[in-house]
């Protein structure tokens, strides 16, 4: 099975946006291009239910503790 070409981005971050990724890299050992991926995914899922109407939070027993809003 053939691997999937790549696009290569070239990527200006500030240095604090620059330290919460490589944080976040860190924490989950995984590395940066990887939490940019899974970023990029979780925006898309977020902009797919505000785009069919639906809200999306972080909910624990039953209460909504944070609404996820796109700007």
Known sequence: MAATPKKRLNLDLTP?????????????????????????????IIQEEHRDGHKVGIVKDNKVLKEILII
């Open 16 to 44: 604090d946006a620059y330290e919460e990724l490589q944080k976040l890299a860190d924490e989950s050992g995984k590395n940066m291009a990887d939490i940019l991926r899974a970023g990029l995914r979780l925006y898309s």
